[in-house]
Structure formats: C-alpha cells, structure tokens
C-alpha cells in the first residue's frame, strides 16, 4: 500500500502501549479490536469476521496472527518483516472440530507466556466468549486479565499525522451533507439518494480518497427519527417531515462524523424553538470543550441550556472518534456525560452528537470537534449550523 | 417498515427453531446474531455495536431485548407487540460500573430461568467474552449452552418468500457487476469505481432498493490479488494487471454474492490456461450440486477437475448465504469442502467461490448458487461466466 504512517508515530504508539501494559501488569497484550491493530501496525482488511489478532510484548515487533489468506494482507499493509506474521490453515474457519484460538495458544506458548498475565479484549465485538472459552482450556496456567480498552486509551490524543487524515475525512463528510442537501425533495426514493451519498463518501475530496465509514448512512424521516438506528428503504421523502443524515466520511479508517436534519416543508413553531434552543445548546457545549475542562462539562454545559428551554436530554451526548472498522464509529473510552471526569486534552476528537429524539420526531444537529491548545473546541466539518428547510 | 415477511413465515421460522431448541435440550434461546434475530422477528437497525439480543422461549413471542433508544427501531420493525419489546437505560452504553448483561440476567430471572439451560451464541461477534462472564456472575445456578449456530442451521432451506427477496438481491449483484465492466479501464482510480459500485448496489433495481451489502466490494488488483480481502485505495487501474470483483448486492438483508475478474490489456497463455480450467471446474463443481448429494461433492467435482489441469487449490470453495449482517455475509453453517457431508436440499443457496489466490495474481470467478428440486444447481446471477479481457 502506498500511504502508511511514519515509523516514529507507530513507535509513539507501541511505547505508550507499553507504558500502560505496565501500569496494568501485563506480560502480554493481544488485541483483537481491528481498529487497534490497524493503529499498532497499520494493518488494514476485512478479515476481521476470522479470528485474528496483535500479540504484543515488552519488547520487539509486534506480531500479527490471522487466517493464512489474509497474511497476504498483511505482508502488504502491515509495517513488520514477514517474520512477525503469523497464520493458521482454512481447516480452522468455521469449524465444529477445530478453533483457531488453538493456535493462538501454541503462539504464546512459543513466546513463553503459557503462564503469564495476559491482556485480552474481553469487551471486543471480534472476541467472541468462544475464544476465551478456548484459550482457558488450552492454557489452565495463564490469566486472562480484561485489557478491553487499554490500546484504545492510548488513541484518545491524536497526533498531527492522524490529524491530517482525519481532516481529510472532515472534508469528505462537508461533501456529503452537501450533497444530501442539494438533492433531497419530496419523491425522492431514499435509496436513490442514500446512493448519491455513498458515491460523494467513496470518491471523497480532492486529495483525499473515500474509505468505507464504519456505519451506513443513517437517514431517518418522520416517526422512524424516533428511533436511533434505522436504516433506509425504498420509500419516498415526504413534505411536512424532518429526516436526520447522520453519517461519516472515511479516509485511511479516519471518521469524522456529522449530522444535519433537514425538514421538507414549512416546520411548526415548535420545531423551530426546539432548533433555536438546541443551536444555543450546542454553542454552549462547544464553549465548554477547552483543555482542562472535564468531558462532563460539555454535557453539563449542553444539557442546561437545554433545560433553560424545557427540554430534558438523557443519555450520551458524544464520544471519542477517529479511528475505526465496522460496526461501531466511536472509540468506546471517553463519553460526553455528566459522569464523565476525564480532562480534556489538545488532539481529542469528539464526535458531539446532541441528538434530540423527540416523541413524534427527531432533530438531530452534531459536529465533529478537535480540543485546541486553548479557547473553545474547532468544529471539522464546515456547513451551516441549522435545521435546514427545503420548502 | 412497508415490506415484512408473513406471519406464517415468522410462525415457520419459530417452529423449526424450538424443535432444534428441544433437540438441545434448552429451557430458553437467547440470539444475538443480527441475522438470527431479523429472522425470528424481522428487527432491522445498525444497533449490533450495543448488547442486544432475542429471547425465544418454548411457548409465545419471543422477546426483543436491547438499548433503549434502540427499542423505538424494535417496534417499528419486528412483529411482536410492544409488550414484548424490552430495554435498558443508556447508562449502561460503554460504562465501567455498569454491563447491559446485568439488565439481562434480571430479564432471565423475570422468566423463571435462574437455573434454567440456556443457549447463547458463545461464538458469534456480537456475544463479547465479557457479556457471558457478566451473566455467569449474576447467574451462579444457570447453565450457558453453546447454541452458535443454533438458529442459522433452520436458515439454510430457504423459503418461496425468502427465495423471491434472494432472487432481487441476485438481480442487483448482476447489475453491480456490469456496471463494473462498462466502466472500468486503466488510469481510472480504483475509489471512483467504488463510488460507482456502491451508487448501483443503493439504487438497485426496478421494484428493489438496494439494502446495504454485508461486506464492502474487494476489488484487489496485480499483486494484491493474492490477498483475499484488502479494500480499495485511490490508486489507479493498471494495464497488465487483473482485478477481481467480490461483491453482493443487497435486498431486505438478503445477498446473493458474486465475483467476477477483469484483465485490463493481454492476458499471458499462463491466465488464459488458468480461466479455462477454473470455467471447466465450476462446471463441475455446479454439476455435482444436485438434491442428495453432499457438500462436499460439489468441492470434489471442482478440485479434482483443477487437479487435472495441474492446479492444487486448498480451503473452502463456498459457504451458505442468505440474510446477513456486517460483519459477513455467510451464514456459518454449510461450508463447500472436502469434508463436509451435508447432504444437499432443494432452497438450500450457497456463495459457490472457488477464488485462485496464485502466487502474484489472483482470479475469482463465483456464482450464487440455488439446490433445485432436481438436476444442477440454478446460477442466481447473470453475466459470462469467464475472465473478461478489456485490451
């Protein structure tokens, strides 16, 4: 592959890696989240529905493991000589008589740490409670510590390389709102124009190709933009209802996710006082997203002016992005919630995504942020920050 | 959601599943692959990246569990009732105190299963290692079955309903295919035919919308050809060099993948030989695919007709598809290879791929296959089944 990072930025990733192996006391970390192996090693497939995985130790190359077709893969994308990939045969794929976390044990065996305090992803969709299962058979000496998030921690700051690429994805993401926005009116089939948007996502921007996001376009309209997560069908935009476009462009893995709702039509009063108040909502969220804040304050910040104007928000308001495979866009470490203690720091990323799910509707206005080295927090995408009305 | 399946149709699917329950001796089926809950009660939604899942008892609907936010999607979706729709607060997304499990366990308890037999997919993603840890500690009295492919093995016989959904999903992958071979040529970048690929796949056919794919396109070329499964970037096409075209169009989550494989300029006599050997094999390989035989026949037929032209081709050659959700489209039950001795059923349907990964290229030529009542299977897609030469 032509694009990798530089070997320095994978060495600043091992080392903090390392660093928190061993404040958790790890002998060994294999982590089987693709976007952390793709972040160690850069890594880059779908191969993911195999078990596959990262071996990394105190010291040396990590080591990649996988099916044998996609070691191939690897050779080509990862940044280690063929000796640190690894594989196992197609007898193992799927089978009822084999597992291929057989072979992983064989692998630490060889590494010495059939006794060792070993870090797993017991929390990772691609760490099936199979695996675990296998691997406490096959190695009764070892323990198995949950290391679920241990690498993704470490990818909370984004350094200025990662940063490039993802305003690249930025820049994808604008296209595509863009997009929508000039296309969408009543009669248009969904399909048809969520076809459009993953066309705009794929091409991408000049100097940016389009990656696939790790989720579709979310395109609910009317009563379905009750619900978080549909998808789309064949049906057509109809006047007199408000659809939301939540989605993501995706450069090199990198996401910046954005979300603008436009209503066909002339929109009740109360549709517009709920974009007024949640428009104030946001600016107040995003002046509280300076380092030194907690991730709390922005919640804290949101959720006020939004009571200020009657309307209690529960649940999450954001979470860390950047990095990221199927099915899941975020980086599952900080949340945007009142609970949330963690500092912010400059090179966070957040996707701020203060939905409103209301009871017959849904409004949802969101922006992908960066905490700057001071003041309030850059917002990626650039399109203006409203409900957009198509009458 | 206009389109579902009919009552009878879920009635069917519910009945086959608690014969294979009582076969397993099991008290309740707890489901949490996307595909497998879709299929019991129609719940479509991009909410697999949370905790959620199907509870099927031995008597009345089954039960819809999951996020919240998510259980809006449920209701406008599956066909349950909304009393048997039930969530848990987003306080438990991504918590370090809190696991969606614990909100489970007491779903089990509601239920009388404290101490019951209960199957759970232990080796499907969306089953963490975590989430079975969770529900052992709430659960000392209970025992956890593995019931992985519990729910998928009643899916591999498809019915007339489902056929006529598959048949769409094969009308759009044909559709993606040519619109590859009209389009592709050197110099043009490899993301911009993506762009193009995925705007046919959404737009879909006349009276299809196209439904998101399970998997993105492969579209390796030269060298990384002999890598199953890296995606695209934005370099271009090159003259001399052959890229395959791994993809499947998608309806109501039913695929029907297929792949064709482009040569831009001369193929070499070396190529040439391969495709025809390869063509003859299919041949074969569809040949033996009749009512009564094995799955591993077909694997035979195509090895042993490659074998006579000097060409050894280890793993599978196939798998069963149908419905499906990221992060694959096979269904994990019925695999093509030597020995698998399934014997093969009239609606049964499988991804018939015999992919050559050579040493510095690679050729995939693959058909959706359909068991018919009698004689070889029936080809799902259309277009000329041989490497197509674009000088």
Excluded at 225 to 249: K, Q, V
Excluded at 254 to 283: K, M, N, W
Aim: charged residues 25%.
């Amino acid at each position: 592959m032509s694009e990798r990072f530089s070997q320095a930025e994978f060495d600043r990733r091992i080392a903090l890696t390392r660093r928190a192996m061993e404040r958790e006391g790890l002998d060994a970390l294999f982590v089987t989240n693709p976007s952390n192996m793709n972040w160690l090693t850069g890594y880059d497939g779908w191969s993911f529905y195999v078990h596959q995985g990262v071996l990394l130790l105190p010291d040396g190359a990590p080591v990649w493991w996988g099916r044998r077709m996609d070691s191939f893969g690897a050779r080509r994308t990862a940044w280690m000589s063929a000796d640190y990939i690894r594989d196992y045969t197609d007898d193992y794929i799927q089978s009822d008589d084999l597992h291929p976390m057989e072979t992983l044990a064989a692998l630490f065996a060889e590494h010495g740490l059939a006794s060792a305090r070993i870090g797993v992803e017991k929390e990772n969709y691609y760490f099936t409670a199979r695996a675990l299962e296998v691997l406490l058979e096959q190695m009764p000496q070892a323990t198995f510590a949950d290391a679920t998030n241990t690498v993704n921690w470490q990818r909370t700051v984004k350094s200025d390389e990662e940063l490039v690429v993802m305003r690249k994805a930025a820049a994808i993401s604008t296209k595509m709102i863009e997009g929508v926005m000039e296309r969408v009116e009543p009669g248009m089939a969904k399909n048809d124009l969520v076809a459009e948007i993953y066309r705009d996502a794929i091409q991408g921007v000049d100097g940016a190709w389009g990656d696939y996001p790790a989720i579709v376009p979310l395109v609910p309209s009317g009563e379905d933009a009750t619900a978080a997560h549909l998808t789309w069908d064949g049906r057509p935009f109809e006047t007199g209802e408000a659809t939301f476009f939540e989605l993501s462009g995706c450069h090199r893995r990198y996401h910046a996710p954005f979300c603008r709702t436009v209503f066909l039509g002339t929109p009740s009063d109360r549709v517009l006082r709920t974009e007024a108040a949640l428009i104030e909502a946001i600016e107040a969220g995003l002046d509280a997203a300076r380092p030194g804040n907690r991730a709390a304050d922005i919640a804290i910040a949101l959720k006020s002016t939004l009571l200020r104007h009657g309307i209690e928000r529960p649940g999450r308001a954001g979470y860390a992005v950047g990095l990221s495979y199927p099915p899941d866009w975020g980086e599952h470490t900080v949340s945007i919630r009142e609970n949330d203690q963690t500092i912010l720091r400059p090179g966070m990323t957040f996707h701020f995504m203060p939905a409103l799910w209301m009871e017959d509707w849904g409004l949802e206005i969101t922006e992908t942020i960066l905490i700057k080295d001071d003041g309030p927090a850059e917002c990626l995408c650039h399109y203006p920050r409203k409900l957009i009305v198509k009458p």
